[in-house]
């Protein structure tokens, strides 16, 4: 019911947002975000209520959500018998009929593109949808392309003077924030001197997770840990269907592994605009990766799901295909850019005019006068994700000629994965802080300690301990305040200026097992493109120190 003359201002027109699912209701979001409603006009200012078209199968815990986000929430019966200035839904059901005010309707996604199950036509663009009773549901068919128009008019001719192309906000949106690439690169945890590599998936049995639900494991587990990170978005639907906790559950492995875990409500669009590489299926959010002009790698093109002839057919026709057995990380060096905008323009049209015409549309259908330019503002700020510390890497090294330096790769041990093929004589490094499983303590070469330890006293009794626990282990270390120990296992001890024990070991254990003396004063590591150098402080016999 609208507040009228009860509330602090004057409601002078009513709109009502119709959601069918979160994918519905984040594509509504993004509609608001850029529509000019918030307005105050001479007679008053445009009321927004909320109600839920039932009947998904995705609209599990839909109306808390919406109460979450703050909107006001409507019954479905309620918004039938209310009359309104605006209907504006993001999908198309005949139910859509029954609500009294002129629809405008949207796709949920980078247009209308996902046939129905047996279909020949794209869900939002059907005669079933559309058509109640013989009469045409929606005042307005936004279409994000041109060439939309010639599959909605081949199902239902009488579209033709309700259709209108109104682009694609999102990838306006998209587009407009590329200054803020390092800013959301932070956010997500991700250094300077890293690539970035989101896998997307969407949903079902055709999507990335549905043809290669290990893809994300194999990834992790072939990448170097410190010159690489993976993020995964998923479609919404994948909880809605499996449940949150399933999905973890699934997607544990890999997160012990350093995975970036992007929730689907908040943080994919600052995850593609951040990232170097996408991996991919047919759904929206690879398309916006290929429209951004980023290496784009397909896993599946969606097969069934994707119209024969499409624009979006003959995109994933252009883009090169990976699948989870292949060596992922020699094509993930290899992968690189491809001009894919003449496919990509055919789905997403009016690049830059898309929050122009959305508005001249709404403002339209409520008798308004024409807005100011509207702004574009920024994405929705990500997270900033704490990814688990990763507790196993196995560790591949290069020493310089007569010793100058040690070129080291750490790939994380991800249960299921074997080690990275591409590493010569790997060797296991496991940090107790991190890793409390027992046989892979006992398997490693190299035992770490990260907890700094304030007394160097109470390192060097963890030290002989570890050594005599371990006895597999070559060498452990341990950090202090400032600095950290390496205990060998002749039971010398080297004390050096650097504070990350594991690298510092890992290195030093290449360096022994190389042939190179244990005695040198500096030594530095090379990490892909970056570099730590190493001190030593001092030397001595490990046996000498006390035990407790």
Not at 25 to 34: K, Q
Not at 141 to 170: F, K, M, W, Y
Not at 329 to 334: A, L, P, S, T, W
């Amino acid at each position: 019911m609208s507040a009228g003359r009860q509330g602090t201002w004057n409601a002078a027109r009513r709109v009502l947002a119709v959601v069918r699912n979160p994918t519905s209701l984040d594509r509504l979001l993004s509609l608001v975000d850029v529509l000019e409603l918030d307005l105050l006009e001479p007679d008053g200012f445009t009321e927004i209520r909320f109600t839920v078209d039932a009947g998904s199968a995705f609209d599990r815990g839909l109306v808390d959500h919406l109460e979450r986000l703050g909107g006001a929430v409507l019954p479905w019966e309620e918004a039938c018998r209310t009359p309104w200035d605006l209907v504006l839904a993001a999908h198309v059901t005949p139910e859509l009929g029954r609500l009294p005010g002129p629809v405008v309707v949207v796709p949920h996604g980078a247009g209308y593109r996902r046939l129905q199950p047996g279909g020949t036509a794209p869900a939002g663009l059907t005669r079933d949808q559309l058509v109640r009773g013989g009469r045409l549901i929606p005042s307005v068919i936004g279409l994000s392309h041109q060439e939309q128009l010639r599959t909605l008019l081949a199902n239902v001719p009488e579209a033709r003077d309700h259709a209108v192309v109104i682009g694609d906000p999102v990838v306006d949106q998209l587009r407009a924030s590329g200054d803020l690439r390092h800013r959301y690169r932070r956010r997500l945890g991700v250094e300077p001197h890293q690539r970035l590599v989101v896998i997307s998936s969407t949903w079902g049995e055709h999507s990335t997770l549905g043809v290669a639900p290990d893809l994300p494991h194999r990834l992790l587990s072939q990448l170097p840990a410190d010159t690489h990170r993976v993020a995964l978005v998923r479609h919404w639907n994948v909880e809605q269907a499996h449940s949150s906790f399933e999905v973890d559950l699934v997607l544990r492995r890999a997160r012990e592994g350093g995975l970036i875990t992007v929730p689907p409500d908040r943080g994919w669009q600052a995850a593609l605009v951040a990232a170097d590489l996408v991996i991919g299926d047919h759904g929206s959010v690879t398309l916006y990766g290929a429209a951004l002009d980023k290496p784009v790698l397909l896993v599946s093109d969606g097969g069934p799901e994707v119209e024969q002839g499409s624009a979006d057919a003959r995109l994933w026709a252009a883009v090169e295909r990976v699948a989870a057995g292949d060596d992922l990380r020699g094509r993930v060096e290899r992968a690189h850019r491809r001009p894919l905008g003449e496919f990509t323009d055919r789905v997403l049209g009016a690049p830059g005019q898309s929050a122009r015409l959305l508005n001249d549309v709404v403002r339209g259908v409520l008798e308004l006068p024409p807005a100011p330019p509207p702004r574009l503002r920024p994405l929705p700020e990500p997270t900033r994700f704490e990814t688990p510390a990763v507790g196993s890497h196995w560790c591949a090294a290069k020493v310089a000629p007569g010793g100058g330096g040690v070129e080291l790769e750490r790939f994380p041990v991800v249960a299921g994965c074997p080690p990275p093929v591409a590493a010569q004589d790997p060797f296991l490094v496991v940090d107790v802080q991190w890793e409390v499983d027992e046989v892979r303590r006992s398997n490693a070469e190299v035992i770490v300690d990260s907890e700094p330890r304030p007394a160097e006293q109470e390192a060097r009794t963890w030290l002989l301990d570890a050594l005599d626990r371990y006895p597999g282990a070559a060498v452990a270390a341990a950090r202090l305040d400032s600095g950290c120990l390496l205990a060998l296992r002749d039971r010398t001890v080297v004390g050096l200026d650097g504070d990350d024990p594991a690298i510092a070991a890992a290195a030093f254990h290449a360096w022994s097992i190389a042939g190179h003396p244990g005695d040198v004063p500096r030594f530095e590591v090379v990490l892909g493109t970056a570099a730590v150098e190493f001190t030593a402080r001092r030397r001595r016999p490990v046996s000498v120190f006390p035990r407790f």
